[in-house]
């Protein structure tokens, strides 16, 4: 089942985290994930939560999603992530239509 990870960004050092988005894509495709959402424009609806920046990535499994997370070679791209931003983010997992 597909799980969703949808992030909440704020951008403290565009230029680390411009950094961070040249790097990241490859390897979230690696473990099979792929965007959703990658920082588009944000609409308000009926809503008091501001949100600057959203993230939402989709993975086929929670397994591939934490190997990603796990992975060596993210390692190094998310302390580039953290020293540039701080967010809070969740994981869902999507709906099983069979």
Same mark, same amino acid.
């Given at each position: =089942?597909?799980? $969703?990870? +949808?992030?909440? +960004?704020? #951008?403290?050092?565009?230029?680390? $985290?411009?950094?961070? =988005?040249?790097?990241?894509?490859?390897?979230?495709?690696? /473990?099979?994930?792929?965007?959703?959402?990658?920082?588009? %424009?944000?609409?308000?609806?009926?809503?008091?939560?501001?949100?600057?920046?959203? #993230?939402?990535?989709?993975?086929?499994? +929670?397994?591939?999603?934490?190997? /990603?997370? %796990?992975? %060596?070679? $993210?390692?190094?791209?998310?302390? +580039?992530?953290?020293?540039?931003?701080?967010? %809070?983010? /969740?994981?869902?997992?999507? /709906?099983?239509?069979?």
């Amino acid at each position: =089942m597909s799980v $969703y990870s +949808i992030t909440s +960004i704020n #951008v403290k050092d565009w230029d680390a $985290y411009n950094e961070y =988005m040249r790097l990241v894509p490859p390897i979230i495709k690696k /473990f099979g994930g792929r965007y959703i959402v990658r920082g588009g %424009e944000i609409h308000s609806d009926t809503t008091t939560w501001k949100p600057n920046r959203v #993230v939402i990535l989709e993975f086929p499994t +929670i397994e591939q999603m934490k190997e /990603f997370r %796990e992975s %060596e070679e $993210y390692k190094p791209v998310a302390a +580039i992530r953290q020293g540039a931003s701080t967010s %809070e983010s /969740f994981v869902v997992e999507g /709906f099983d239509q069979n």
